[in-house]
DNA sequence: TGCTGCGCACAAT
DNA sequence: ATTGTGCGCAGCA
């Protein structure tokens, strides 16, 4: 049929080479044909030239230079985009199922590597769930894995096994290599049988053997890539091994190398561009290797990075091991946003303050203040509208009655005062839906909760007392049932008795933690006693600090009045 | 030294 | 926005 002896070598090698990402030019075409069928370059110019004429290979000018394609690969993707082929949609891999897969067959790789033996058993649905979090928790979420995995057992890319657990399945390339059929007829039958009762005890093995074999490449024991098919099925070439792929290690400097390309490469405009670049005395490379990654403990959940920058740090989420850059979680997205007192959760752990479940349950609209999450129906009154992404909400809690004016609020701290500034819960006062932070700060955007920790003026005799007496303990919410609670269990001894302590004491205590702000307590004349009666709107409101650092000095405030370090007091 | 894999930037779609 | 391309670096034999 074809007089174009060298026709199907030809293919294979300009094949090779766009693998390689490497430009099929004549050179490297009639290299590849001289090292692997020693077909001299003159033979393999002319039947290059053949093919070109044949149309059977395009010869392209491109980035400046001449390159081969492959004619059937290059329209392959336009007969697929005609809807001619009855490939069933699952097959078709869209871009995100792509990064799934990768950070599925990923999962594998490394959990493999810790336990050996789920090459046997199957690794568990668990624990690829929390190492696919693990590496993008802004993308996924437990629910939504849980589904892809689903998927993925559906059509066959993923095997799950009688225990329940998980078998990596072969991918659509590595199918038609072993069984002889090519993936359109394989995905159409799978379609048809379907999913994995097609897999028939036997072939089902071999399929496991595959896509396990993928993850074990995954490791770094080598690559699919150096498969080649031949006549004859399978052909190892080469030797080479693959590394591994990188997996973030904090103490790796694994930020991107910029490369350099030719200008002759390069577009008109895109010489263009690089040139007024230039011009400007700025450059790419630079710019990014201005990055040092001497950041430690852990990887960015969000922008995926162990980059340094100045005055960036990384927190913990505060349920799991996700961490992330502050710098990242003051964003637009607030469910990336940090609590006030610096501590974060992450998506997948933040959870409804009032029924206490994970955006699983419904979607979570976050106070734009104390960062607590509500589900519509869990906050009252009911959240009508869905709060667009980088708008301010604000809780119930948060919301400024109309009574609480700041002219209202002693600027000194008086015992006596300050429990005079009770706050009424009115429903009619909670208007406004999207207050800004900006705007309310000035006021008394204080995150009054339903059941504040109040302190009860009585129980101030003492800082022990104020942890530890039946009246305090009554006012904290119920649920906590502190009654019950041990004195000891309460009084952390860690956190010191500020009982007794003077004016100067107290200012030492804060500039250890706010040098900044420390002052406002020797200005305020706040001694030790006058300190385990603040309230939450005195050190909002009356201190007149900026809301940010006021809320982390009250989470002090708090901790030195219980003498616990208990979230649930600060913010419940 | 040459082959190979692949990150990344750019071009094409 | 997505997909295709290939430069140039690094690992390896």
Redesign the pocket.
């Known amino acids: 049929m074809c007089d174009i002896k060298y026709r199907d070598r030809i293919l294979e090698a300009i094949d ?1 080479l ?8 004549i050179q490297r075409i009639c ?2 044909l ?3 069928h020693s077909i001299n370059s003159n033979d393999a110019k002319a039947d290059l030239q053949k093919c070109v004429d044949r149309e059977i290979v395009l010869k ?1 000018e ?2 400046g ?1 001449i ?1 081969y ?1 492959n004619a059937a ?2 329209f392959s ?1 336009l007969k697929r985009a005609e809807g001619s082929e009855n490939l069933p949609a699952a097959i078709t891999y ?3 199922n ?1 990064k799934f897969v990768a950070l599925l067959t990923n999962a594998f790789a490394e959990l493999i590597v810790h336990e050996p033996d789920y090459l046997e058993v199957g690794v568990p649905g668990l624990e690829l769930i929390r190492n696919i979090l693990s590496k993008d928790n802004v993308r996924y979420t437990k629910k939504y894995v849980s589904i892809l995995l689903e998927k993925e057992v559906e059509i066959g890319g993923l095997i799950k096994m009688e225990n329940g657990n998980y078998l990596l399945g072969p991918t659509k390339s590595e199918l038609p290599l072993e069984t002889g059929k090519n993936d359109r007829d394989f995905s159409r039958e799978k379609d048809e049988k379907d999913g994995q009762k097609f897999f028939m005890k036997k072939e089902r093995k071999k399929t496991v053997k595959l896509g396990m074999k993928r993850a074990k490449m995954e490791i770094g024991g080598g ?1 699919e ?2 498969y080649k098919p031949g006549e004859n099925g399978m052909l190892r ?7 591994a ?2 997996v973030f290690d904090p103490s790796d400097n ?9 200008v002759g ?7 263009e ?2 040139l007024a670049k230039l011009n400007d005395g700025e450059s ?1 490379p630079e710019s ?1 290797s201005s990055f040092t990654s001497r950041e430690q403990g852990g990887v960015c959940s969000v922008c995926h990075n162990n980059r340094k920058v100045p005055n960036d740090r990384l927190v913990a989420c505060r349920e799991c091991s996700n961490k992330a850059h502050v710098s990242c979680l003051n964003g637009e997205d607030m469910m990336l946003k940090m609590y006030p007192d610096n501590t974060w959760q992450c998506p997948h752990c933040k959870t409804c303050c009032i029924c206490f479940e994970t955006s699983d349950a419904g979607y979570l609209t976050i106070c734009s203040v104390c960062a607590d999450a509500y589900h519509a129906d869990c906050h009252k009154p009911r959240i009508v509208e869905k709060i667009k992404s980088g708008a301010k909400w604000l809780c119930i809690n948060c919301q400024m009655p109309e009574q609480l004016q700041v002219a209202e609020i002693h600027p000194n701290v008086s015992s006596s005062d300050v429990f005079t500034h009770r706050l009424i819960d009115d429903d009619k006062n909670y208007g406004s839906p999207a207050l800004s932070i900006e705007e309310d700060s000035n006021h008394n955007s204080l995150p009054l909760s339903p059941t504040p920790p109040t302190l009860s003026p009585q129980g101030m005799s003492g800082v022990r007392s104020a942890a530890a007496s039946p009246e305090i303990k009554c006012s904290l919410s119920d649920s906590q049932s502190v009654k019950e609670m041990d004195i000891d269990d309460i009084i952390d001894p860690l956190i010191p008795d500020a009982t007794h302590w003077t004016c100067d004491d107290v200012y030492n205590y804060f500039l250890q933690y706010f040098p900044d702000e420390a002052k406002v307590f020797k200005e305020q004349e706040i001694d030790g006693r006058s300190l385990l009666l603040m309230k939450r709107m005195d050190v909002i409101g009356s201190l007149k600090l900026k809301l940010g650092p006021a809320l982390k000095i009250y989470r002090h405030v708090v901790k030195l009045q219980f003498r616990r370090d208990d979230p649930k007091l600060y913010w419940l």
């Open positions: 090779q766009r693998r390689r990402k490497a430009r099929p030019d290299n590849f001289m090292r692997r392209v491109y980035k230079s390159s394609r690969k290059k993707h869209s871009k995100p792509r690559d890539r150096d070439v080469g030797r080479r091994r693959k590394r792929k990188k694994n930020l991107p190398k910029k490369r350099g390309r030719p490469s390069l577009n008109k405009s895109t010489i561009k690089q790419r990014r």
